[in-house]
Structure formats: C-alpha cells, structure tokens
C-alpha cells in the first residue's frame, strides 16, 4: 500500500493551471552542506537496499534488516539497543537512539523494509540489481521506501558518530509487511502506542516542476482507510435457452448502478480545511471559485458539485467506493449461478468499515446479494492534528533548502503504516525528505528510479528533523 505517488499527483494538481506560473517564480534552490563521505554512505546504503529482493514470500526481510543494523553498529549504536525480530514471514527492525531523559517520550521513525513485486522480464534492468544511470539510481524501492530508510540510516549513523545527544529517545522502527498485510505494522504501532509522535519518510515529500524548481512540499498528516467489499449474488442457474428471473450478473449489474449513482455525506475535518485554504492561491478558474465558496459555506451545494465533479478534489470531500473488478457465469450457453463484484472504497477519516458496509447494503437493496469485507490490514484512523512544533520543525527544515516555499497539509488517499499509530492515538505525519518531478514517479511501477541529486537535501532534511523534535 502506497501514498506516495498518490500523492505526488494530489500535490501536482494543487498547482495545476497555475503551475508554470509559481515555477517561473519559485526560488533557487540551497545546495545543502553536506560531507561527501556521507552523501557517498547513503547512496552505498541505498544501492545496497535495493538488492535485498525484500518482495512478500521472499524471505530477504531478516538479510536487509540485519545489513541496515551492521551499519547502525558500525557508526557506535550498542547492539543491544536494535533488535530484529521475526514476525509472520517477515520481520521488523527496531534501533534505539537513547536520550539524555528517560521520562521523555521517544520520537518515532518509521519506514517499511518490503517492496512490491518486480519481474525482470518487465523491466528494462534487473529491478534488484542497483544501477546509476543519467543521474538516477534504478531499481525497486528506490523510491518505496528504501530512499527515505536509506536517508535516515545515514543520518543517525553519521549523528552516533558525532556523539550528538537527543533528549528524547529516538527509535527507528521499521515494519516488513506495509505492501501486503501489515502484521508487522501493528505489532510495531502496539509496542510503541505512548510514543510522543511518528515521522513516516513513506509520505509526505516535496514537488519539483519539469524545469528542476521547486513548487511545493506536503506534509501528510491523515490517510484515509482502505477497504475492499466483495459483492457476491448466486442462483440456481440452468440453460441459456430457458431464462429466468432472477439472473445473477442482472442483479448485480443493477446494484453496482445503484452504487455507481450514491454520494457519501460530504465531511470535512481540520487537515482538509487546511488542505484546501493553503492551495487556493495556487489556483484559478472554476475550481479556485469553488474553493473559496466551499471555505465560506462548507454547505455550499454548487461549490461542492464543482469540486465533486473533479476526480482530484472529490477525495477530499467524502468517502469514495467504486466497482474495480467483476466476474461472472461459468459457460457462455449457461445461465450465471455467480456473479461477483469488487468495490473500492477509500474511506474517510473517523468512519468506520462496517458503517460503509451498512450503506452499500442498503444502497444494494437486494436481500439476495452478500457484501462482506475480506481483510485488507486497514483500519479506521483520524486525521492529526497539525501540532505546531511538527509544523515548525518541517517548515525549518524545508525552508533551509527552499526559502518560503508552501507547505500544504495533505490527506492521502492511500494507506501506508502511520493509520495504525494514528488509529492508537499517536499522531503520524508524513515527512519524506525526497523531492523530485512528477514525471520521475514509478513507485510500483516499471523502472523505478530516484535521482542522486535528491540525497543531499535529504539528508540535510533529516538531519535538521530529528535535531529540532529529539531536543524539546
């Protein structure tokens, strides 16, 4: 399960009519100052990552966790204070940095170790053998997520090495499984649920236009749920020559029509309010009028169909739920005896999975149709709140590489590890240190690529993040 790409283009459609507008005026960037040595570790660290074939069933979970601790032990970390642990067939990785006040809530780091499914027959380059090419390191999980797991390795080896001293602990805690079932996730979100707040380097990130400048940066502070409901319709069936009602696939179809039409009760909550004041200076035309009524009268019926309308601004109004597969009959001279539909629903923050269930099977209005839930590793979070020392730390850090830049609070509509912290309370926020194109996203996709350029300013991000929130 991913947001990052979703949102790298939730991001790219802030700026959108406007877009070559702000990037004409967008400041130049600061090259960070940062060692040669450590830019050459994190890319060692990072070429090394991606050739732990770290896809569910390979088993490679334990090698990559047990490589990411020999760099941690080598730059002075106790061994005693990482320990890998095997959870189903996978695994997790916790690395303590200990504080100087025990009494301190710890600062929470995660990222996930796995990556989807990548076949050599389908990529250009062995997706698990690291390759530098025109300036970008290939490979999967270059980007998801061994980028940001490779940025943050480096840092708190090379802050170990310079003897820094937090107040608070900070662990790195990192999950096996946040692809597929996210076993892992929880266990990790149930050992640490008193933690005083999660950074996620797998959301969150900052844009670059197609010109290399830099147009704005997301901090990822709720996700909705996901969910999958399998609707099911089954009949006796019989030979095609002899029709009868009820037909399967008929009722199905009718329902998912049904559906189809149905509107979610619009909701709104601090993060998208945010969300959409902080873009509207980005904006013009009908969707910035929108905006700007939906803002004065959130009750605003045609400033709500406007926005509704647009498949990039409907997600952040209401729940969603679309048909995404269907299969039906077993012969083409046969009547169905079933016919099964899968319906999407990307959930918004504070509802539960069963009250949507509830409303598909009302909406369905076929006693003879069966909706149930199989299990997806989601579970119901709320939004964080935008705290103010999250905010300043994040705006210090970015604001160092790229003077006044926008910082837009975003609800991704994907699902990564932070909804099972979040849904125990403790408040997640997407912080990724990695800016690039929209054109360079491949995350579970062919090809997957990350530049060089973007170590350095993650680095400096990183570094800047874990100083400004370990020491309150």
């Not at 061994?146 to 480096?154: G, P």
């Amino acid at each position: 399960m991913k947001s990052r790409l979703q949102l790298k283009h939730y991001v790219s459609m802030l700026i959108g009519c406007a877009a070559a507008t702000f990037a004409a005026g967008a400041m130049a960037a600061r090259a960070p100052a940062v060692d040669q040595a450590l830019h050459d570790q994190a890319l060692e660290i990072l070429q090394k990552s991606i050739a732990f074939k770290t896809v569910d069933g390979a088993g490679q979970v334990p090698a990559y966790a047990e490589y990411l601790k020999s760099v941690l032990v080598d730059a002075g970390f106790a061994a005693a204070d990482i320990t890998i642990e095997p959870v189903a067939n996978t695994a997790t990785l916790v690395a303590r940095y200990r504080g100087t006040d025990s009494k301190k809530k710890p600062l929470l780091v995660i990222g996930h170790m796995d990556v989807v499914e990548a076949r050599r027959e389908d990529w250009e380059r062995d997706p698990f053998t690291p390759v530098i090419e025109n300036g970008y390191v290939f490979g999967r999980g270059s980007v998801d997520n061994k980028f940001d797991i490779s940025m943050v390795t480096a840092t708190l080896a090379k802050l170990k090495r310079q003897g820094w001293k937090p107040k608070r602990d900070v662990i790195l805690a990192l999950s096996g499984d946040e692809e597929t079932a996210m076993v892992s996730t929880q266990k990790l979100a149930a050992q640490f649920k008193h933690a005083e707040l999660v950074l996620n380097g797998d959301a969150g990130g900052g844009l670059l236009s197609e010109e290399g400048e830099p147009v704005v940066y997301g901090l990822q502070a709720g996700e909705k749920s996901y969910a999958d409901y399998k609707l099911t319709v089954t009949n006796p069936g019989g030979h095609s020559s002899r029709p009868t009602k009820p037909n399967a696939i008929n009722q199905l179809a009718r329902a998912l029509d049904r559906i189809a039409e149905y509107e979610f009760p619009v909701m709104r909550n601090e993060l998208t309010m945010a969300y959409f004041k902080q873009s509207l200076p980005k904006l013009s035309g009908p969707i910035a009028e929108a905006i700007k009524a939906y803002l004065a009268d959130p009750q605003d019926a045609q400033a709500i169909a406007t926005l509704s309308a647009d498949p990039n601004y409907v997600g952040q109004l209401r729940t969603t739920c679309v048909a995404t597969q269907i299969e039906g009959g077993h012969a083409p001279n046969a009547l169905p005896q079933k016919a099964v539909a899968n319906i999407n629903c990307r959930i918004f923050p504070g509802v539960s999975v069963e009250e949507v269930q509830k409303t598909l099977t009302d909406i369905a209005a076929d006693p003879d149709i069966a909706i149930t839930l199989p299990g997806s590793g989601s579970v119901v979070s709320d939004a964080s709140p935008l705290r103010k020392d999250v905010m300043n730390a994040v705006t210090k850090a970015v604001h160092a590489r790229f003077p006044g830049l926008s910082i837009v609070p975003s609800m991704s509509a994907g699902a990564t590890d932070s909804m099972h912290f979040r849904a125990l309370g403790v408040p997640s926020y997407g912080v990724s240190g990695l800016f690039m194109k929209d054109s360079d996203e491949f995350a579970h996709g062919l090809n997957e690529r990350v530049p060089v350029s973007a170590i350095d300013g993650a680095l400096a991000h990183w570094d800047s993040l874990l100083k400004t929130l370990a020491r309150q």
